[in-house]
């Protein structure tokens, strides 16, 4: 089989989806606090090779072909991606395993500053073969949501391109699902310096993102018009969103703010994943107003709830995920002529699909993760402890920090770890050390004093 422009356009998006992560760390770094930025973008870093692995053993197998109960593929069906040897299957492997990649990854920012890099380790490839792999079965390799799937069959199928269920919905509910079982930062709601500590780094991740998401949403065009519509909707829901946070924050707080520019960019690209190709232009500015304005109105809801979502992960995927989902029974666009949404005269058929494939999309996330993190933090824990937290994730779990805080490096005097983690300062060091070789003598009282 000779290579294809379409082979090369799957390729490309491929890669823009695998460079979305490395974006994500960047978003995700910037907004923990500094002696958390290592860690946090190591959680990232740390899915790729997770995920890739798993990925080509047994998670591609499990995610499309021969199915179980219309749940999950057959983990050894093609185990090792054996029998596919096509370019048109090699092609498919590796840019689905990219969104497995991104959605894992996302759920990280929930837990940001408290979670052991072990856990979350042991954490990544369960939850994707457990979790990821048999929602993705569901909506996309002929599961219970597809044409022939039970839920397809009495309700119609569901809509989703590009993940609104099986990314953002998904990471949205784990992420809270690990939050209520790891707890609360310490300090949550009262420490002020629980802000970001790299605005400009937030932004290169959100750019890094938005660029990535024209692969992420376009990588399974099969028509040239499909292409172009998905292209402009990636475009114009996020600037809509983008627009709406902004226009949310300087009425709610009396300005706009560069991470709320960012974070409304993000829930824009969040709503318009499943609906891409499934709606107007027009339709798509409207859906990202409505996600950017419910998404900043969303992230404060943690504080009053008390729930330490760190980097709003629950606000925005979960949120916005759902608004895109749902918004298809609305607005989502005839297909020759037949069904759509409610808007355009297709009834309430289409909006019964899509609170189904929501509903049940959150329901199984939220069961099997709490399994999974339930049963790592009885074991082996998940959280770290308080003194690991109070000196900082970057150096009590990576022994580095990444800028210089006097403990290492040019210029500075390197501190034991274990003296930052049990909170014995450098002073404190010295006059243990001078007092273990200081001469003993006699004071006018007659006691013993050490040193002279």
Known sequence: MELTAGHVWIMVSAALVLFMTPGLAFFYGGMTRAKAALNMM???????GMVGVVWVLWGASMSSGEGFLQIVGNPFATFGLEGIDTPDGLIKVGYAATFAIITVALISGAIADRAKFGAWSVFV?????????PLAFMVWGGGLFGPEGAVGQALGPAIDFAGGTVVHINAGVAALVLVLIIGNRKGFGKDPNHRPHN?????????????????????AATTAEQGGLIWVNTLAAPAAAMLGWLVTERI??????SLGAASGVVAGLVAITPACANVSPVG????????????????????????????????????????????????????????????YGGGMTQMWAQLAAAGIAIAYSAILTAIIAFAIHKTMGFRVSQEQETVGVDLSLHAETAYEFGVGGHGGSFQPLHDMITGKTQQDAAQT???????????????ESVGA
């Open 199 to 219: 605005i400009p780094f937030v932004m290169l991740g959100a750019a890094i993102l938005w660029f990535g998401w024209f692969g992420f949403n376009g990588g």
């Open 125 to 133: 490839p369960v939850w994707v073969t457990l979790v990821y792999c």
């Open 252 to 257: 709610r707080d009396g300005h706009p703010t």
């Open 42 to 48: 190591m959680m990232s870093f740390i899915s790729i």
């Open 433 to 447: 050390s001078g007092a273990a070789g200081a001469p003993k003598t006699e004071s006018a009282t007659g006691k």
């Open 284 to 343: 798509a500015l409207g859906l990202g107003v409505v996600a950017g304005v419910a998404s900043a109105l969303a992230v404060g809801l943690k504080f009053r709830w008390g729930f330490d979502d760190s980097l709003d992960v629950v606000g925005v995927h979960l949120v916005s995920g759902i608004i895109g989902t749902v918004a298809l029974g609305f607005i989502a666009l005839p297909t020759d002529g037949v069904g759509g949404g409610l808007f």
